[in-house]
């Protein structure tokens, strides 16, 4: 938070300096990610799909730029990456079958993300 001042003068041949001021309280804007993960099917056996889905928010009153979300999965899971999908951005072309990275891109206050991720239960 910062206070900006400004003042104005105005003179004439035959007057005196006259000045006004006027202040302003400039708030910086905040920007706020929120993630949440859920997982469907919560039981399954080896070789079944599952849909990982992860919602990215902003939830702060500026945008937020250059958003990049990245999930890494456990030994267990086998991400198909070719077929994960975004609402925002674009799925990263450095992802694979144990890692999947999203270039959102810059997301607005109050808006959200959803990406989807199809994976595979594989035996350790």
Excluded: C, H, R
């Amino acid at each position: 938070m910062s206070i900006v001042t400004n003042k104005a003068t105005a003179k004439g041949t035959n007057t005196l300096l006259a000045s006004g001021n006027a202040a302003v309280t400039v708030n910086d804007a905040e920007t706020t990610l929120n993630v949440t993960s859920s997982v469907s099917p919560l039981v399954l056996l080896v070789g079944e799909t599952l849909i990982y889905t992860i919602t990215v928010t902003n939830t702060g009153d500026a945008t937020a730029t250059d958003v990049i979300v990245e999930d890494t999965a456990p030994p267990q899971i086998s991400f198909n990456f070719t077929n994960a999908s975004t609402t925002a951005g674009t799925i990263d072309s450095s992802s694979n079958t144990n890692y999947i990275k999203v270039n959102v891109g810059d997301l607005n206050s109050a808006s959200s993300a959803i990406i989807t991720i199809p994976a595979s239960a594989i035996s350790t």
